[in-house]
Nanobody, 114 residues
Framework: QVQLVESGGDLVQPGGSLRLSCAAS????????MGWYRQAPGKQLALVAV???????SYIDSVKGRFTISRDNAKNMLYLQMNSLSPEDTAVYYC????????WGQGTHVTVSS
């Protein structure tokens, strides 16, 4: 069974940056598109960034130009570089297969607050 472990979440001030990481116990990155999801307090889960097996990335409008998704298939790692963070980015962030989740990791908490 594949396990996904997200890390890198933290408390950061508005305008700050964070880099999230996702480690997979199995080799799924080379066989599946991957994504970063987030669930803000009181809101539904949202898919915010996707990267295909070939490396093509796509984003929801609210994070375009600020977030960058990347993958290292050899290391079974997925990343999300987040810049110019705002309080609206506060959420629990999850990595998983996209466009539908398969493995349901525990997530990592990102709080943007002054």
């Amino acid at each position: 069974q594949v396990q996904l472990v997200e890390s890198g979440g933290d408390l950061v001030q508005p305008g700050g940056s964070l880099r999230l990481s996702c480690a997979a116990s199995g080799n799924i990155f080379s066989i599946s598109a991957m994504g970063w999801y987030r669930q803000a307090p009181g809101k539904q889960l949202a898919l915010v960034a996707v990267i295909t097996r070939g490396g093509t990335a796509s984003y929801i409008d609210s994070v375009k130009g600020r977030f960058t998704i990347s993958r290292d298939n050899a290391k079974n790692m997925l990343y999300l570089q987040m810049n110019s963070l705002s309080p609206e980015d506060t959420a629990v962030y999850y990595c998983d297969t996209a466009p539908h989740r398969s493995y349901w990791g525990q997530g990592t908490h990102v709080t943007v607050s002054s």
